[in-house]
Nanobody, 116 residues
């Protein structure tokens, strides 16, 4: 069983930075993949960043070069560093762990608002 709790959201001005953290309770196994998704008001949830079990990363075109997903094994967190934030980055951000052949585990989300 895996439980995920996101933190680090808030209000930031355009061009600013935030670091989201997803605290993991339970065990991440070697074949798990980790993700950050977001959902803006009135829009479908979209995939933002992927960290595969092999350590490869992938990003949505809209955040490429600005966002970085990492895994902190010591703290047991999945982090998302967000730089050069834009108003269109405003959304609720969710972390997810995908366990192959079993299920997805989701956090409850953290609000990010980019506004002057």
């Amino acid at each position: 069983q895996v439980q995920l709790v996101e933190s680090g959201g808030g209000l930031v001005q355009p061009g600013g930075s935030l670091r989201l953290s997803c605290a993991v309770s339970g065990t991440i196994i070697s074949t798990d993949a980790m993700y950050w998704h977001r959902q803006a008001p009135g829009k479908q949830r979209e995939l933002v960043a992927t960290l595969t079990s092999g350590g490869r990363t992938n990003y949505a075109d809209s955040v490429k070069g600005r966002f970085t997903i990492t895994r902190d094994n010591a703290k047991n967190t999945i982090d998302l560093q967000m730089n050069s934030l834009k108003p269109e980055d405003t959304a609720v951000y969710y972390c997810k762990v995908h366990r192959i052949g079993l299920r997805d585990y989701w956090g409850q989300g953290t609000q990010v608002t980019v506004s002057s």
